[in-house]
Structure formats: C-alpha cells, structure tokens
C-alpha cells in the first residue's frame, strides 16, 4: 500500500519537507517512488506535481492526514472525481 507522506530535509531549526509517494512499511527517511512536492512551513510555501498526486490518488494512495491538509489549502481534491475522495 502507498503513502503520499512528508519527508524531512533541511538543517536544524530549519526543516523544510518533501511530499512523497512511499510505501507504508518504509521509514520516514526511507526510499521512495516518487517526489510528488515541496513544503516550507516557514516561508509557508508550496509546490505540488498535480499530476503525478492525482495519479497516485487514482491508484489508491492514501494521504497522510498533514499532507492531506496541504492538498485541500491548495485545492487539490477538487480535481478528483466525486467517488475517489475516500481517504482512511
């Protein structure tokens, strides 16, 4: 089963996270499929592969439900078909 999940980088005091696709039963640091975004929380920036999220959506991902809030904000499920927004 896949995950669309946060992925931690950056330094000390200053993390900045990856959105990826990633199996469940990988750590958080660990190899994943696809880098699908980019999330700041200090300059409160975003970036997101709309197509590649839908894709993987489509294909039964499941959000993590901090990565789930960062799709509404940015209106991604609003491109998903009515009957695909069953999420946990």
Request: charged share 30%.
């Amino acid at each position: 089963m896949l995950k669309l999940r946060l992925k931690r980088c950056g330094r000390k005091q200053r993390a900045v996270f990856r959105i990826v696709a990633i199996d469940v039963r990988s750590r958080r640091e660990g190899k994943d499929l696809q880098k699908v975004g980019f999330y700041d929380p200090i300059k409160n920036q975003t970036y997101l592969n709309v197509t590649a999220i839908l894709y993987f959506l489509e294909q039964g991902a499941q959000p993590t439900g901090t990565v789930q809030d960062i799709f509404k904000k940015a209106g991604v499920f609003k491109e998903l078909r009515p009957n695909q927004m069953k999420f946990n």
